[in-house]
């Protein structure tokens, strides 16, 4: 528990939330696709992140399909009190695992109605509308159609607070017309920084950033900088990655993911690592390019 008092905490819509969460995508099957290889495993690593104090668990219905949504289920219902589940509509999985928009106000609903079955709940803690755009960059063009379909359900009780992902400036702009937006959730981590000004302004506003890909995803982050400051600090590059996340900005909220136990308690030491300043202006030039 001590570890994640080190990371602080950060307000999610009416809850507080202790800024290192956990992601629960990589406890699907290869490609995030099917059943886990070790549903054991799976459900070792969900038990042990509440054990460890982590009370906001990201997920979505179309993470498998159903499968991490079934698995935080069966791992962790009934849920604790201070647990925050966060979840994404907008897609869907074909049968040949690919990921296709599904952002028409009945798809959501569905989605919305699949994710409450699935996880047991009466109401959805935070739902993110997630706009396919470029598959992992967004692209411009008007989401009221879909926020409005989700607020409407959120009057109806069916879902506590909204969130974003995938978004530009100006989308989330249109949103919070519609709705109170209580999280973003972009791709963004060390070398991605396209989102630096966004995080400043949602930071004003009190609204929670959480990077998609905070260790690079399916690229894992790769960069001689960021292994010759792990090294002198006697982390591993992707502790110090973290680490750098929590300290870029008070409202970043992170979700590491993985199915291995070992490399969640790594994830989780991350929250005790304090970067100094020569580290920090090291770091500052793998984003930069130099």
Known sequence: MSKLTNAGTFALGSRTVSRMGYGAMQLAGPGVFGPPKDPAAALAVLREAVASGVNHIDTSDFYGPHVTNRLIREALHPYPDELVIVTKVGAVRGADASWNPAQSPAELTAAVHDNLRHLGVDALDVVNLRIMGNVHAPSEGSIAPQFTALAELQQRGLIRHLGLSNVTATQLAEARGI?????VQNHYNL???EDDALIDELGRAGIAYV???PLGGFTPLQSDTLSKVARRLGFTPMQVALAWL???AP???LIPGTSSLAHFRENLAAASIRLDGDALAELATIAAGA
């Open 191 to 193: 070398a991605h920084r």
């Open 211 to 213: 990077p998609f890909f």
């Open 246 to 248: 929590l300290a870029r």
């Open 251 to 253: 409202n970043i909220l």
């Open 179 to 183: 709705a109170e937006v209580v999280c």
